[in-house]
């Protein structure tokens, strides 16, 4: 299983980008896929996750500015992220998890400049 991760740049405060995390399998094989990030020197901490079924979790921090979607013919998901502020800078990771196994993207650099 392989996942690449695009999307990332550097962004004004209050820009948009949207993430994408493409899986070299059918992403209806995993139960989860979730967005992941770490900032310098911080760990790495759950963005939003997608589970099988649909439904969608989120961090207090990203709430009514994030969103996590997918696309099963594209085998692709994504996080769109709204209204981004510099606290949001960090390196971005897609994970999937199948059989308690988690994969993990090779991450994309989100930068935001105040």
């Known amino acids: 299983v392989q996942l690449q991760a695009s999307g990332g740049g550097l962004v004004q405060a209050g820009g948009s980008l949207r993430l994408s995390c493409a899986a070299s399998?059918?992403?209806?094989?995993?139960?989860?896929m979730s967005w992941y990030r770490q900032a310098p020197g911080k760990e790495r901490d759950l963005v939003a996750r997608?589970?099988?079924?649909?439904?969608?979790n989120y961090a207090d921090s990203v709430k009514d500015r994030f969103s996590i979607s997918r696309d099963n013919a594209k085998n692709t998901v994504y996080l769109q992220m709204n209204s981004l502020k510099p606290e949001d800078t960090a390196v971005y990771y897609c994970?999937?998890?199948?059989?308690?196994?988690?994969?993990w993207g090779q991450g994309t650099q989100v930068t935001v400049s105040s």
């Open positions: 994970s999937a998890r199948k059989s308690l196994f988690d994969y």
């Open positions: 399998t059918s992403i209806l094989s995993f139960t989860v």
């Open positions: 997608v589970v099988r079924g649909g439904a969608t």
